[in-house]
C-alpha cells in the first residue's frame, strides 16, 4: 500500500487522478479561448489554430499580418508565460506544504519570492544577461528558505506553524529592505521604473525570447518533484516515522527545496512577485482530487497555469491601465490565507 500523507491535510475525498486533470485542462482550454478572445484584437481558436499551422507547414495563413504577430509575438508568447509560472507557483506551494507539513506556507510566505526577488533586483541592477539573473534569483530564494526553515526549527515551543509564518514574514521583511535599498541605489530615470512595476508581478513585457531560459528550470524542477511524489507522501510524515519507512529524509528534503525554490526563481525572474498563487491553487486541488501527492502534484501544476492564466486575463481588461498581477492575487489570496488561518486549529 502507498504511504498517505499526515493526517494535518487530510480533508475532502480522495478522487481519481483523472477528474483533476480533466477538470484542469478544461479550465486551461477556456482560459486560453478567453484570453485570445480579450483585447482590442479578438482572436478566435480557430484563427490560433490556422496560424500556427501554416507556420509549421511554411504556408501563408491568409490572415492580415497583424493578426499573425499578435499570436506570434504577443498574446501567445504571454499565454505560454502565464501557464508556465502559474504551475511553477502552485507545484513549489504543494511541495512546501507538504515538506513542512503546514497548510499555510507557499513560496511567498516561506520568503523564497522575496529571495528571488533580492536576487534578480541585484541582477537588474547590475545589468546582467537573464541566465545569470536566474542564477542569482535563485541562490536568493534558495538562501531565504533556508534561513526561514533554519531559525523556526531552532525556535522550540509554541504553535509550530505560527512560528514558521512568523519566521518568513521576519526574513521577508529583512529581504524587502535589501529591495528597497536596491531601490534607492538604481538609475532614477532607466531601472527604477522597471524595477519598481516588475515587483509588482507583470507578463506584460514578455516575449518569444523568455520562454526558454523559464520552460527549462520550470520544467526540471516541475519533473523532480513529480518523480518525488510517491516519497513526499512519507516526507509529510514526522521525521522519525519517515526514516522507519526507508526514506532518507535529509537528502531528499534537500532535493525538493532546491527543485522548488528553482521554479520559483525562474518565475520571478521572468514575471516578478506573484504572490498568493502558491498558497490557493493547491488547496483547489487539494479539495479537487484529496490529499496524495501522486494525484495532487499534477493536478495542481495544471490549475495553477489555468489560474494564473485567468488572472492575467483579467488584469489587461478590467480598466484602461493593466493591473498588476501581484495585486489581483493578492486580492483575491488574503481573505482565503485568513480563512485558513481561521480554520488552522481545526482538522484539516
Given amino acids: 500500500m502507498k504511504p498517505e500523507p499526515a ?66 509575438n504577443i498574446r501567445g508568447p504571454r499565454i505560454l508565460a502565464a501557464l508556465l509560472v502559474g504551475s511553477a507557483l502552485a507545484s513549489a506551494g504543494t511541495a512546501f506544504q507538504g515538506l513542512f507539513r503546514n497548510p499555510l506556507v507557499s513560496p511567498d510566505i516561506l520568503g523564497a519570492s522575496s529571495g528571488a526577488a533580492l536576487g534578480a533586483v541585484l541582477g537588474i541592477l547590475l545589468s546582467l544577461d537573464v541566465a545569470s539573473i536566474q542564477i542569482l534569483a535563485f541562490l536568493g530564494g534558495l538562501t531565504a528558505v533556508t534561513a526561514v526553515y533554519v531559525i523556526g526549527s531552532l525556535l522550540r515551543g509554541g504553535d509550530g506553524i505560527v512560528l514558521l509564518v512568523l519566521t518568513g514574514v521576519v526574513i521577508g521583511s529583512l529581504l524587502g529592505a535589501g529591495i528597497g535599498l536596491v531601490k534607492t541605489l538604481a538609475d532614477p530615470y532607466n531601472q527604477l521604473p522597471a524595477i519598481t512595476f516588475w515587483l509588482l508581478g507583470s507578463l506584460a513585457a514578455t516575449t518569444p525570447a523568455d520562454l526558454v531560459p523559464l520552460a527549462l528550470p520550470v520544467l526540471i524542477g516541475t519533473v523532480v518533484l513529480i518523480g518525488l511524489r510517491w516519497k513526499m507522501n512519507v516526507m509529510s510524515l514526522p521525521d522519525e516515522e519517515a526514516r522507519a519507512l526507508g526514506i532518507a529524509t535529509g537528502p531528499i528534503r534537500c532535493v525538493i527545496v532546491a527543485a522548488a525554490t528553482l521554479i520559483t526563481a525562474a518565475s520571478v525572474s521572468v514575471a516578478g512577485i506573484v504572490g498568493w498563487v502558491g498558497l490557493v491553487t493547491p488547496h483547489l486541488a487539494r479539495a479537487l482530487v484529496g490529499p496524495s501527492f501522486p494525484r495532487l502534484l499534477p493536478t495542481a501544476a495544471l490549475l495553477g497555469g489555468a489560474y494564473l492564466l485567468l488572472i492575467d486575463t483579467l488584469a489587461r481588461s478590467i480598466a484602461p491601465v493593466e493591473v498588476p498581477l501581484g495585486v489581483l492575487t493578492a486580492v483575491i489570496g488574503t481573505p482565503f490565507f485568513l480563512g485558513l488561518l481561521a480554520r488552522s486549529r481545526g482538522a484539516w
Fill in 7 to 72: 493526517a494535518g491535510f487530510r480533508f475532502g475525498f480522495d478522487r481519481p487522478l483523472w477528474l483533476g486533470l480533466g477538470v484542469s485542462a478544461a479550465v486551461i482550454v477556456g482560459g486560453v479561448a478567453l484570453a485570445f478572445a480579450v483585447g482590442r484584437y479578438p482572436l478566435t481558436l480557430t484563427d490560433v489554430a490556422t496560424i500556427l499551422m501554416r507556420r509549421l507547414t511554411g504556408q501563408a495563413s491568409g490572415l492580415p499580418q497583424a493578426t499573425e504577430a499578435i499570436v506570434l
